[in-house]
């Protein structure tokens, strides 16, 4: 039976950002939630507004994948079980509710340091806003708007 948009969403940040607490996982589904509104750019083209399309554009989410290089990959979001707290933040993003200081914010990574990089990726697509938790996070610039 296929997964609603809710669930995958509420999947989808307890897998990608449990560990973060509830900052963390608000901050990782407002960057879905821009993803799906932006009006320009890659997500605006292959996304077109669909928050599916968003989760699940190939090589967006690790946790959206069942195979990393070459490996299954238990942690995917077809694995996990979301709380009612994971529901309650989808719910939350659904309903408009954006996290305060990320901006357009489009991206976020582990750099698995104290640092984050400038700019994300090495194309310079996005620059560096803020740091929740053990993520870093990126608004476009606008290089993006010509992806």
Known sequence: MPLSDRELFARLIKCEAE???????????????????????EYFRVCQGSLRRVILQPFQFTCALTTVYGKYNPQNIYNMRPDDFHYQI????????KLSGLG????????????????????????????????????????????
Not at 25 to 38: G, L, P, Q
Not at 90 to 97: E, I, K, P, R, T
Not at 109 to 136: D, E, L, W
Request: glycine residues 8%.
């Open 19 to 41: 560990g973060e607490g509830e900052f963390g996982m608000k901050a990782v589904a407002t960057v879905v939630m821009n993803r799906v509104h932006v009006s320009y750019g």
């Open 90 to 97: 989808a719910d939350w993003a659904l309903s408009g509710n």
């Open 104 to 147: 357009s914010a489009l991206w976020y990574y582990n750099p698995f340091s104290a640092v984050c990089a400038t700019y994300f990726p090495k194309t310079r697509t996005g620059i560096y806003v803020t740091r929740i938790a053990q993520h870093c996070f990126y608004n476009p610039t606008p290089l993006y708007a010509k992806t």
